[in-house]
């Protein structure tokens, strides 16, 4: 059975740091987009970040200069280490993978998605 576990979120004071892990089982990640994404009480569910299967990074503005992906294929898990973090990021942040490997933030192209991970940030 293919699935996205998300692990890492939790509660953080702002300017503190999270790093979340998205780890696949029953794929393998290689060949995948994967992109995380975000949803806050009452707000539609955004993209924050993605990576190709090659390397290539996306971010949403919000974000840039603040977060990081990475994927370590060996692993078959990819990484979103969060610094800086505002209380605006408060949401529940899930990760997807993206067959077609296009490396963008619409989360209509993405085919499988984890469960979600809390992220909290206190002021």
């Known amino acids: 059975q293919l699935a996205l576990v998300e692990s890492g979120g939790g509660l953080v004071q702002a300017g503190g740091s999270l790093r979340l892990s998205c780890a696949a089982s029953?794929?393998?990640?290689?060949?995948?987009?994967i992109g995380w994404f975000r949803q806050a009480p009452g707000k539609e569910r955004e993209g924050v970040s993605c990576i190709t299967s090659g390397g290539t990074t996306n971010y949403a503005d919000s974000v840039l200069g603040r977060f990081t992906i990475s994927r370590d294929n060996a692993k078959n898990t990819v990484y979103l280490q969060m610094n800086s973090l505002k209380p605006e990021d408060t949401a529940v942040y899930y990760c997807?993978?993206?067959?077609?490997?296009?490396?963008?933030?619409?989360?209509?192209?993405?085919?499988?998605w984890g469960q979600g991970t809390q992220v909290t940030v206190s002021s």
């Open positions: 029953g794929f393998s990640l290689d060949d995948y987009a």
């Open positions: 997807a993978g993206d067959s077609t490997d296009w490396g963008t933030l619409r989360r209509f192209e993405y085919d499988y």
